[in-house]
Every structure is written in C-alpha cells, then in structure tokens.
C-alpha cells in the first residue's frame, strides 16, 4: 500500500536519489549530458537537509514501505514574477517515478502541498515548464 508522509532528515540521501533520477527521467532527453549532470549535482542529501530542516518549506513522499515512488517540495514562492509577495506560496517539485505515474499518486501529493499551503489571504503558484503537459494536465484535473 502506498502512503504519503511529510519528509524527515533521515530521508535526505533517498530524497536525493529520487529527485535526481525522476528529473532525468521526465527532462534528460532535453540536455546535453554535462550540462544535465551539473544541474543534477546541486540534488545532494545536504540539499535536501537544509529544505526540511525550514519550517518555511515542506517535502511529502510518497513510499511503498520499502522505497521512495515520489515526492512534492512546497514552501515560500520564489518564482521570479511581478506579482509574487513575500507572503506567496508556491508548489516548487512534483515528481513521481515513470512506473507510478497514472496511478493517481501525483494528486495525493498534489492535494497534501496545496492543503498545507492554502491559508487565507494567501496566493498560491505552481510553475512548470511550459512543454511539461503531463504536470499542466494534473493541475489542470486538480
């Protein structure tokens, strides 16, 4: 069965591992080889320690009991946009490995990003890239 849970600091290198494979997987045809491995390179557990430990930010999973399947990272929007306020909240990543995806887990994660940062008062923004159909359709159904 598959469970969504908020991330701990114990899940940073596993964190890491999956963020790194489900951006080649669903963008790495698109970059040349070196180039894609120096964004990847930034995709450390380190990484990953710094946005749990931020009470401004929160990362779900989505687990089988015995591997990460997916992940959605949500906090303050950094999106470099006019309307953008210090008071913003954005979906920063979702992502969910090739073979789960159409199984309705990248809604759950969608639907537990969007409930924690939905206060009032408060404008919410997701980006994606502008070719990344699969995510608009999610959104868009969401």
Not at 8 to 14: G, I, L, M
Not at 55 to 70: F, M, N, Q, Y
Not at 76 to 93: D, F, M, N, W
Request: one cysteine or more.
């Amino acid at each position: 069965m598959t469970e969504i849970e908020v991330a701990t600091s114990a899940q940073a290198a596993a964190l890491a591992d999956l963020a790194r494979e489900t951006f080649s997987q669903t963008f790495g045809h698109l970059y040349p080889s070196q180039d894609l491995a120096a964004f990847l390179s930034k995709y450390t557990p380190d990484f990953f320690s710094r946005i749990l430990s931020d009470p401004k930010d929160r990362i779900w999973v989505a687990t089988d009991g015995r591997a990460l399947l997916g992940y959605a990272h949500a906090g303050a929007c950094a999106l470099p946009h006019p309307a953008v306020t210090s008071t913003c909240g954005e979906l920063k990543r979702l992502y969910v490995r090739r073979g789960t995806q159409g199984s309705g887990l990248g809604g759950k994660l969608l639907h537990e990003a969007l409930s924690w940062l939905n206060t009032p008062g408060r404008k919410l923004w997701i980006g994606v890239w502008s070719e990344n159909y699969g995510a608009q359709r999610l959104y868009e159904r969401h």
